[in-house]
């Protein structure tokens, strides 16, 4: 990917992103991936001033991503916005939460739902980069892991459709899984480790490297 003179680059989705991005001691990126993607990439091309910004919350589904979309992607007019979202919308239908109005998000909705944010942000003329949800699972019978499939290929289809980047992050991790065992990512499979963020950020930048 091109990069060019004060571009501003959103990153958005769930607690994956929002990494305590509020928190004081890590703000405005948070002490995840972002963090590390983004500083890598100013430090790369420290002449361009490149906007970074950090639009994750917790919790998120797509349902509630799309619902604050106006207000936390097309108002900022990002010039390339940065996806992670869907384990949630997957995850509370094995983990519930305590709020009842928070339920799961099937795959049919999902696709609706982040075809109708994608849509709108092509209308700006933002380029879009598209990460997969992730399961630090090493078990191939697992039933999350065999459901987490339908929401990747959403993913794969709305990234083909709109012409976005792809980061393969489960695809990578499939690779590793045999060889790195699944506690040393994260202690519910799901929020990473410090270490696997920036492995995280590393895939991220050698996707946009590469589009």
Request: proline letters at 6%; a negative charge; one cysteine or more.
């Amino acid at each position: 990917m091109e990069w060019k003179y004060r571009q501003k680059i959103l990153f958005i989705g769930d607690s994956i992103t929002d990494a305590l991005r509020r928190e004081k001691a890590y703000a405005p990126l948070g002490c995840g991936y972002v963090h590390f993607a983004g500083c890598f990439l100013q430090a790369r091309l420290p002449e361009l001033d490149l906007q970074i910004e950090n639009r994750g919350i917790s919790g998120d589904t797509t349902r509630e991503l799309l619902a604050r979309w106006k207000e936390d992607c097309l108002d900022l007019r990002p010039d390339v916005v940065s996806i992670l979202v869907g384990i949630n919308d997957l995850w509370r239908g094995y983990k519930p939460v305590l709020e009842p109005q928070k339920t799961s998000v099937v795959p049919e909705e999902y696709e609706n739902n982040l075809r109708q944010m994608l849509s709108e942000v092509q209308r700006l003329g933002s380029r879009l980069i598209l990460m997969e949800p992730f399961y630090f699972c090493s078990d191939p019978a697992d039933p999350m892991l065999a459901d987490l499939r339908a929401y990747l290929d959403v993913v794969h289809t709305l990234a083909a459709e709109f012409s976005a980047v792809l980061v393969p992050l489960q695809q990578e991790y499939e690779k590793l899984k045999h060889r790195v065992p699944e506690e040393k990512w994260a202690d519910d499979r799901v929020h990473p480790y410090p270490w696997a963020h920036a492995w995280i950020a590393d895939q991220w930048l050698s996707a946009v490297d590469g589009a």
